[in-house]
Structures are given as C-alpha cells and as structure tokens.
C-alpha cells in the first residue's frame, strides 16, 4: 500500500512538473479579455476580495480594498516612466498602453501556480504640475487574493518612487 502511495505521489508530482514547467500551464489557465475599465467613485467592482485599488481620495469607489493615490510632485509622463521602467521587476507584462498615453494594461502570473491577475494604471494631473495614479489589480480566478493585489500594488509604487527619486527630486504623500 505504501508503494502505491508513493508511485501515485510521483506520478502526481511529475506530471504537475512537466504542466507547470512546459507552459501548459499558462494555457490552461486562460486570462481571458478583462472588461474595459472606468475608473471613478462609481466603477464596478469584483463582489469577491479579489482585488485593490490606488485612486485619488476624491475619485475612490466605495470599498475597504483600496488607498488613496499619491500626490507625485512629477510630470504625468515621468510618472508613467517610472511605472512602465518598474513593472518588469513585478512580473508585470505589458498589454497595451504606453508611457505617452498615460494608461497601461498588465497581466501578471503567480508564481507556482500560474494564476492569471489583470492590473490597469491610468496617470491623471493633479491640478498642480504634478500627477495621481489609478490603479486596479485584480484576480481572475479565486474568491480571496490573501492580499497579494494589494502588496503588488504598494510594493511597485515603492519602486516607481525610488526610480523617480533617482532621477527626479521625487514625491511626497
């Protein structure tokens, strides 16, 4: 019995192995075509706690998963350098968007089991020669990140503000 267990335990973990480290997985695990974003007080959100937001303290939709957005003392467009220079580091790939129109669509991987997650970042001025950000990260499969949406989008805020600060006087908030 203990064999069979045991060959059963291979097997399993073998083929999880051969999936997992062939692609197949990232294929079977479709990311699908998210919905177009309208960020703002009344965008629609997940019933599930499968995601966070970063938004201006005046535009957040109402939801205990979010922070307020920055005040970045930069351009729009050096924000959204920093942010399009940063996201490699976080798995992040590019979709569509760019640094020029100030909106990106990401889609990034969890790193074992391969789960797709969306995130959408809109720059917007604020009104005072610097810029905010919205941000969206969200989950496509699962009913609970366990805070991961919300760690990857503080943690690559962080980098953006410590590339700026390399190049830039930075940002305060």
Not at 47 to 71: E, G, L, M, Q, W
Not at 98 to 117: Q, V, W, Y
Request: with cysteine.
């Amino acid at each position: 019995m203990v064999i069979i267990l045991a060959w059963l335990l291979f097997v399993g973990a073998l083929t999880f192995a051969v999936i997992r480290f062939s692609g197949l997985l990232d294929s079977m695990l479709l990311a699908g075509e998210p919905a177009d974003i309208r960020f703002g007080p009344d965008m629609e959100l997940p019933k599930a706690a499968n995601y966070f937001v970063i938004c201006p303290h005046d535009a957040c939709p109402k939801t205990h998963r979010r922070a307020p957005s920055p005040d970045f003392k930069v351009a729009p467009d050096v924000l959204a350098t920093a942010l399009q220079g940063t996201a490699n580091a976080f798995n992040m790939h590019l979709i569509e968007g760019d640094a020029l129109s100030l909106e990106f669509r990401f889609l990034t991987r969890t790193p074992i089991m391969r789960f797709p997650d969306w995130v959408d970042i809109k720059v917007v001025p604020n009104g005072q020669g610097g810029s905010r950000i919205f941000a969206y990260s969200r989950s496509v499969y699962g009913n609970d990140d366990f805070g991961k949406n919300e760690k990857r989008l503080k943690s690559w805020m962080a980098a953006a503000i410590a590339r700026m600060s390399g190049a830039t006087s930075g940002q305060t908030g």
